[in-house]
């Protein structure tokens, strides 16, 4: 049975998909740009993930949150550096937040899990 | 068994009702204001759905969304401009509107298959 | 079998568990103080719980809007004051807060349910 | 010479006008909705300025925050009461209010120097 | 003596030419796919610059409001059409935009002016 | 004659004094909070200031993003490391985010002539 975090992939992949084949350029070339802005370049991929964590954190988008958790925690990113990002997010996006941070420390238990099997 | 749209359609409606029951000005004339923007002006009917539907989307409502899709819809919008209403959204608001594009094209998808039956 | 407001109030508090166990400082302070801020002061409880609300409400934070709509209850608000609450939050924060709305209504009336149980 | 309140009271006015001349009835009734939803209802309409006030702090509206804490002064709101409202907008809403305090308590400040001429 | 529009221009214009000189790669193509997005395609040039202004509003971005402003008058937008547009925006975006309403009408005179001399 | 940087930051000295001085205890512990959420911990100072300087940009906080360029300017950050920040900053918040990246860079370059006298 596939997990969370699997289903969660499946969904992002199959709509991603269907998204590029309706041939839309500007899309395409967004979807583009946001696999190349988090390469290495001046800054680590490390610390870009983490830019990229807190930024969907205090706009508020779990899918996005996800997507950063799961390339932050594939880059070697801790529980703890990944908590002191979140806890900027809550210092400067407000309480409104912390339902976020739930989902998001739930999620990267999963991580943790589906990595240890 | 109601399609998905269906059940949308059948919550939506019953909280407005009891929304509307609840007997506050404010709200009802919200409401009512909602309709009246949306009818035929200086500008028509279809380009008002598409400011409804790249303001919703900016704004990441989902519900939002999938009311003007169906607007759209009905309206003869066709799914290109649609996608093209929904690159500026992704362009203007960026990134973390990607997941309600992903949800959109699925909704119009179910939309889609709804009048083919 | 627990009640939809249960589960919330359980998830809530498991996940608030874990992120305090996390010992990041900064995030519980920032717990802490959400406690302490609704707290009488120069305003009454009653008056901070509709700012916590309101407040929630135009962020569009429905976990956020539950926990208001909870508190606020126990508090001894009336579901008009709710309502007013909420219309202001409409009026400012325009039609991306009906959804809210709709499931705020929804939310209120399972804890005028349970408190008759 | 006009002071910094009459000046933003005066340009609010002065562009009000021309947007409700504009003959516009979608923007007539929103305008027309402002004034009534912050009139005496179920909730008092010291509670409804400072509701209006919190909403405009956590949304980062500076017209509107100055707004709603000129009629909050007139309505008999104390510092106190107004900073406590804050409080809890920055809060729930972040260290990004943090200016926007910055301008409030130097607008409220004008609104007392205001009174005691 | 230069007027508000062209002072506006050609800060902007300053300023985006010493971004383009710092020779980041993202930012590059975001600025290239901010030209594309507004051309002929599925939707009418004058539709599309409809769009981007609505957006703009909901998100209260004044700068992004001007070009928006600028692009729609030189295509033959007319008044009403914009305040038709602003009215969605004040509806689904709430009270919170019509500072922004304002700051637009103000600068839709300045163009009107600019054009008649 | 004192120069933008120093405009700015006695302005907000002097708010900040005036802020801590209402002896409000919620606001003076976020004003705590916002200093020890941005010391070396598990992450270094720099990566947190660019993490706070990328919240700020895409929640649109012109103050807020000066403060976390200065931070991060007297951290070593190099142009470059915060053109990066900025770039992320734009294509996941937008382009609603390129006003604030003008800003950002004239304040940067403000900085650097502050440093070269």
Redesign the interface.
């Known amino acids: 049975m596939p997990s969370k975090v699997q289903k969660f992939n499946e969904?992002?992949q199959k709509?991603?998909d269907?998204?590029l084949a309706?041939d839309?350029?500007?899309?395409k070339?967004?979807?583009n740009?946001?696999t190349?802005?988090?390469k290495e370049?001046?800054?680590p991929v490390k610390?870009?993930e983490?830019?990229?964590l807190?930024?969907?954190?205090?706009?508020?988008?779990?899918?996005?949150i996800q997507y950063h958790l799961e390339t932050a925690y594939k880059n070697g990113v801790?529980?703890?550096?990944m908590?002191?990002?979140?806890?900027?997010?809550?210092?400067?996006?407000?309480?409104?937040?912390?339902?976020h941070?739930?989902k998001a420390?739930?999620y990267w238990?999963l991580l943790e899990e589906e990595n240890t099997l």
């Open positions: 969904y992002r709509m991603n269907k998204i309706s839309n350029k500007v899309i070339r967004i979807f740009l946001d190349n802005a988090f370049g001046h800054l610390t870009k983490l830019l990229g807190v930024a969907s954190a205090v706009l508020r988008c779990d899918d996005c801790s529980k703890e550096e908590m002191e990002t979140m806890s900027i997010a809550n210092l400067v996006g407000g309480t409104i937040v912390i339902p941070l739930r420390l739930e238990e």
